[in-house]
């Protein structure tokens, strides 16, 4: 009796793990496509000099990119590309680092320093698009 | 011409073709092609002490800044001498020659470790690019690549760009469009080892460029870090230097 009811305790046990990791890469498509909208903002507002659209669609990135700053990447990255964790985790304290620095150049009315860093950010997310999104297209 | 002044001429020229690494700024390969001399510099040990050629370990990776106070370079005395005269070419083209190691088994080497790929390089936080030693496995080398399982290789670990020490960091595999910039060393007869310049298309402009918040918090801004290295760079390993070193 005893080894049937942790069998179906351990069951319940990873069933709900799995579904943690489930909602995790959902969240992680979630924050993707929020990143996205923050980063096409900064463009257009950078496009009419609007410092407050900009700053605003920074914060917007921020805040999507903290899930992946925080959690484990081996939990949100495809199984092929887990190990490559570091390398993706670097990437997104990049992208936070750039766009701290971004708010600061703005501040400043520094436009050139802020573009330079809109661009750095764009570099860091293709830099592990490239990678690891690439691969994971190659295996399909 | 007055014979002082003649002999003024006689003696620059004289001093100029015994330690050409005095010109400052003045071309220095064989055909003077992309060579950027800087302040002449003793690389020393953590103490402040010379660093001498024999005391360093092979295959283990060194590290010390120059030509600027932020700008890491990677210092390897490798387990076999290398080649000499290696023919190298950078990403628009242009040939230079690399001349090879120093030391007594001519097998100590220097690069920057800015990649130029997207510019990753040592840094004190995290190191993604390092050299491989001998035997080492890395997933740059593909089983199709010669240096497969074989190790002796400077590997990025960022997009697996892989270079080899042994000639002047040419491009094995990988992204990368040209060789990591070398840094041009002399070795004394007192075994001292220095840095007099650079050789090769270096990336400092850019690196400046793209990691000023970087540089804000691991040198104190971006002037700082700017700063040329003036007569000692301290040399230590890269598990000193970095807190973690990641290789793929």
């Known amino acids: ?37 923050a980063v096409n903002q900064i463009q257009t507002a950078g496009f009419y000099y609007n410092k407050e659209g ?32 570091k390398f993706a985790q670097k990437r997104a304290k990049m992208i936070t680092m750039y766009a701290d620095d ?21 570099r860091q997310c293709t830099s592990c698009h490239s990678r690891i999104r690439t691969n994971a297209w190659k295996l399909k | 011409m007055q014979r002082r002044d003649f002999l003024k001429v006689v003696g620059g ?57 932020g700008t890491s370079c990677m210092l390897i005395a490798l387990p076999h001498a290398t080649q000499k005269s290696v023919r190298l070419k950078s990403e628009d083209g242009v040939e230079y020659i690399w001349k090879g190691g120093v030391g007594k088994e001519r097998n100590i080497v220097a690069f920057s470790s800015i990649c130029p790929h997207q510019l990753t390089h040592i840094n004190k936080s995290d190191t993604f690019i390092s050299y491989l030693k001998t035997g080492g496995k890395t997933m740059g080398c593909t089983k199709t690549m010669p240096c497969h399982d074989k190790g002796n290789v400077i590997v990025c670990g960022s997009h697996l760009s892989v270079y080899d020490p042994q000639k002047g960091a040419k491009v094995l595999g990988g992204p990368a469009p040209q060789p990591l910039a070398s840094i041009v060393l002399e070795h004394h007869d007192d075994d001292t080892l220095w840095a007099v310049g650079v050789l090769g298309p270096d990336k400092f402009h850019e690196f400046f460029r793209a990691f000023k918040p970087e540089l804000k918090e691991q ?26 070193i990641i290789r793929y």
């Open chain 1, 54 to 85: 900009m700053k605003d669609g920074v914060n917007k990135l921020k805040n999507a990119i903290g899930s992946l700053t925080t959690t484990d990447a081996r939990s949100y990255l495809p199984e092929n590309e887990a190990y490559a964790d």
């Open chain 1, 102 to 122: 971004m708010i600061v150049s703005l501040n400043n009315e520094n436009i050139d320093d802020a573009i330079e860093d809109y661009s750095q950010i764009i």
């Open chain 2, 219 to 244: 040198y104190g801004g971006k002037r700082k870090a700017k700063k040329l290295v003036k007569d000692k760079a301290q040399t230590v390993t890269l598990a000193e230097f970095t807190k973690d």
């Open chain 2, 13 to 69: 020229v004289g001093v100029v073709a015994i330690a050409p690494s005095m010109i400052e700024g003045r071309l220095y390969a064989d055909d003077g092609t992309l060579y950027t001399s800087y302040k002449k510099v003793q690389l020393t040990d953590a103490e402040g002490k010379p660093l001498l050629a024999s005391a360093l370990s092979k295959e283990i990776n060194y590290v010390f800044n120059y030509p600027h106070a």
């Open chain 1, 1 to 37: 009796m005893k080894l049937l009811l942790s069998m179906i305790l351990f069951f319940i046990a990873s069933s709900s793990l799995v579904a943690a990791d489930k909602l995790k890469q959902s969240e992680l498509a979630s924050d993707m496509r929020t990143m996205l909208k």
